[in-house]
């Protein structure tokens, strides 16, 4: 089993920066790729961005791409996500999970999950 820590969240103005960390222990040697995910007030969970631990490829959902960039330090067992220019609607509580795969996007295909942080924009 993975145990995940996100940390990093606060309150911030609309296009302003911030950097959310993850940090990973336990099995990590299983993990295969590690995403973001985040979940407004009343809407579904949805994918953000996400890593594959051995080359770092990524990608992206449209609504982030270009503004955020997801990065990792496998001697650290953590994972990053960059978020520039944020904007009102990208306030969220923002959870980082594992996947044994590459390339998906829905939130069944992802196991551990941390217990999130919260992220909000002001205008």
């Known amino acids: 089993q993975v145990q995940l820590v996100e940390s990093g969240g606060g309150l911030v103005q609309a296009g302003v920066s911030l950097r959310l960390s993850c940090a990973a222990s336990g099995r990590t040697f299983s993990t295969y790729t590690m995403g973001w995910f985040r979940q407004a007030p009343g809407k579904a969970r949805e994918f953000v961005a996400a890593?594959?631990?051995?080359?770092?490829?990524?990608y992206y959902a449209d609504s982030v791409k270009g503004r955020f960039t997801i990065s990792r330090d496998n001697g650290k067992n953590t994972v990053y996500l960059q978020m520039n220019s944020l904007k009102p609607e990208d306030t969220a509580v923002y959870y980082c999970?594992?996947?044994?795969?590459?390339?998906?996007?829905?939130?069944?295909?992802?196991?551990?999950w941390g217990q999130g942080t919260q992220v909000t924009v002001s205008s």
């Open positions: 999970a594992t996947s044994n795969a590459y390339g998906s996007k829905r939130r069944g295909d992802f196991g551990s």
């Open positions: 890593i594959k631990w051995s080359d770092s490829s990524t």
